[in-house]
């Protein structure tokens, strides 16, 4: 059982940046790793997922060109780099991973969630 913890979350205004991190107690490097986020009275949405090696990523097209998805295997360790931050960006954000690069943008296909952590964005 691999366990997923989010960190990196925050308040910060329009514009700024915040880079978040998904750390996992176990390795990771066999599965595709994703980050989902979800907006008060919105259901989860796919922002950003990457291949075992993050040699390919895809983007959802409200982030792309903003955010930047990456990892470290050898830490156990998937980023998100958030730039360019807007008041819609506000949401918890989710760590996922799945075994399979493949239908990234439905949610019910990962295996392995974390709890979240918030993010805000004041205008």
């Known amino acids: 059982q691999v366990l997923l913890v989010e960190s990196g979350g925050g308040s910060v205004q ?3 940046s915040l880079r978040l991190s998904c750390s996992a107690n176990g390795l990771i ?3 595709a790793m994703a ?3 979800q907006a008060p009275g919105k259901e989860r949405e796919f922002v ?3 291949n075992w090696n993050g ?3 895809y983007y959802a097209d409200a982030v792309k060109g903003r955010f930047t998805i990456s990892r470290v295997n050898a830490e156990n360790t998937v980023y998100l780099q958030m730039n360019g931050l807007k008041p819609e960006d506000t949401a918890v954000y989710y760590c996922a991973g ?3 690069y493949s ?3 439905p949610s019910d296909g990962y295996q392995y969630w974390g709890q979240g952590t918030q993010v805000t964005v004041s205008s």
């Open 48 to 50: 950003a997922a990457l």
């Open 29 to 31: 490097n066999r599965y």
């Open 55 to 57: 040699e390919n990523t």
């Open 98 to 100: 799945r075994y399979y």
């Open 35 to 37: 980050w989902f986020r």
């Open 14 to 16: 329009a514009g700024g």
């Open 103 to 105: 239908q990234l943008v």
